[in-house]
């Protein structure tokens, strides 16, 4: 899976678009971004990582990323 697919899954599991974000750091979501080594997401609240993980892949974050915020919802 990559960013293309997992957003596409995320709108099919009407999971709120403000709650995430892919590429980029907004407060108060679940955020996946790639450092240029690793893949991590994490949950950003008032300029902090709350859980961060890491990844060496795409598909592996991906598949974490959406088994993560589907625990919200």
């Known amino acids: 899976m990559d960013k293309e697919e ?10 709120p678009n ?4 892919i590429g980029s750091i907004e407060d108060e979501a679940l955020c996946m971004i790639f ?18 993980e890491y990844f060496a892949s795409e598909n592996d974050a991906c598949h974490a990323f959406i088994n993560r915020i589907k625990k919200w919802f």
Request: charged share 25%; with cysteine.
């Open 6 to 15: 997992l957003i596409k899954n995320l709108n099919k599991l009407s999971i």
């Open 18 to 21: 403000d709650s995430y974000s």
């Open 35 to 52: 450092d240029g080594l690793t893949w991590c997401i994490f949950y950003s609240e008032k300029g902090h990582r709350t859980e961060p």
